[in-house]
Every structure is written in C-alpha cells, then in structure tokens.
T-cell receptor, first 115, second 113 residues
Framework: GENVEQHPSTLSVQEGDSAVIKCTYS??????FPWYKQELGKGPQLIID?????GEKKDQRIAVTLNKTAKHFSLHITETQPEDSAVYFC??????????????FGQGTILTVHP | DGGITQSPKYLFRKEGQNVTLSCEQN?????MYWYRQDPGQGLRLIYY???????QKGDIAEGYSVSREKKESFPLTVTSAQKNPTAFYLC????????????FGPGTRLTVT
C-alpha cells in the first residue's frame, strides 16, 4: 500500500518568514495530494490540493509543489502569521480502482509562528 | 448551513461499555469515512461507506462497527473489543466515492477509563 512520510514534525518560524513542509510518498500511482490544517480540538480543514497532472498550485499565501519523479510534494506558506499556527497534514490518494480511493496521511507537522 | 456534525464533542465511558459516536452530514455526499487520530500520528481509516447500505473495513476496523441506513448518517460504535479506544475520532465525507476532495467534521474525543 501507500506510505507517506512528512517532515519536519515541528517547525517554528518568526512572523513574516516562510514555512516549508515536505512529504514523500511511496506509490508512483498516487494521483491526488491534499494538505489539511488542523487547529487544536478541531477537525482537519482542506487548505490546498494538487493533482498529479499539475506541478504547482497557488492560493494567496500558500502553494503546493509536486515532483512526481522524486515522489515528493511540499507545502509553502509565505508571510506567515500567528493564525497560521496549527498542525498540518499531507496526504496521498491512489486511484480508486487500486485502493478504493482512500487517503493515506503523513504524521503531521506542528507549525508555530511567533509574533 | 451545510456541513458535517459530530456529537458529542467529548465522550466519557467506562471500560467494557460499548459507545456510539454520531456523524451527520447535510452535504448530500454519497461517501463517508471514519478515522482515528492519536497524538503524534496521522489519521488512520477505520471504516468507509461509498453508498447507503454498504460499508467496508479500513485499516484498523477491529473492535469497531458501523451502519449506513441513511445517506446523511454514518454512526460508529466502539465496542468493548477495542483494546485502546481512547482517541480523537473524525468523520469525513466526499460528494462521491470517485471525488477527490474530502471534508472533515469537528471530531469527538472519546476517553475510556
């Protein structure tokens, strides 16, 4: 099955700096890579996603890049703000026919943005 | 106001008791999922349902049971057979099984003592 590794497990930055979280996946057939933000005591919120036919996607201060050859994808947050502090999860999805389209999640990154 | 609701937010039970967690969605989504989250770990899939009256085991189904009698409801029962039931439980849904985007509810924290 698919395996997703996420690094770093914790990340501390100063307000205004950039933050980068990286994930690697094992199965080259994976075709969808979402990123979720989870605030304390709440459910994960989908913040950005990318499909395997695209190399980069941006949405205001956040962006995701995908390198299919190396089987890794990254979340980039620019001009970080204290409200960006949360746990971030990456995930990978295999095509439905191979694994009922389930998401395999990384272990999470605790991002802290200091004012 | 469409979304996924889970109740209660906090649940306490004694060891040996079965407990049912509620998940309701008014998004008209076909597919629904239950995940378990433990500290420092990613989300692990317990059960999923792609359509009413059908459900399948995920990666860690032992000690859990589900039903899908209505499209909008997917309750999870944590049985006494589950060895380590204390965790944060998350329900999610997708428009269709083939859809990409999956949305989560607010979660239920279950504590068993």
């Amino acid at each position: 099955g698919e395996n997703v590794e996420q690094h770093p497990s914790t990340l501390s930055v100063q307000e205004g700096d950039s933050a980068v979280i990286k994930c690697t996946y094992s199965d080259s057939a994976s075709n969808y890579f979402p990123w979720y933000k989870q605030e304390l005591g709440k459910g994960p919120q989908l913040i950005i996603d990318i499909r395997s036919n695209v190399g980069e996607k941006k949405d205001q201060r956040i962006a995701v890049t995908l390198n299919k050859t190396a089987k890794h994808f990254s979340l980039h947050i620019t001009e970080t703000q204290p409200e960006d502090s949360a746990v971030y999860f990456c995930a990978a999805k295999l095509p439905r026919g191979t694994s009922y389209g389930k998401l395999t999640f990384g272990q999470g990154t605790i991002l802290t943005v200091h004012p | 106001d469409g979304g996924i609701t889970q109740s209660p937010k906090y649940l306490f039970r004694k060891e040996g008791q079965n407990v049912t967690l509620s998940c309701e969605q008014n998004l008209n989504h076909d597919a629904m999922y239950w995940y378990r989250q433990d500290p420092g770990q990613g989300l692990r899939l317990i059960y999923y349902s792609q359509i009413v009256n059908d459900f399948q085991k995920g990666d860690i189904a032992e000690g859990y049971s589900v039903s899908r009698e209505k499209k909008e409801s997917f309750p999870l029962t944590v049985t006494s057979a589950q060895k380590n039931p204390t965790a944060f439980y998350l329900c999610a849904s997708k428009r269709q099984a083939e859809s990409y985007e999956q949305y989560f509810g607010p979660g239920t924290r279950l504590t068993v003592t």
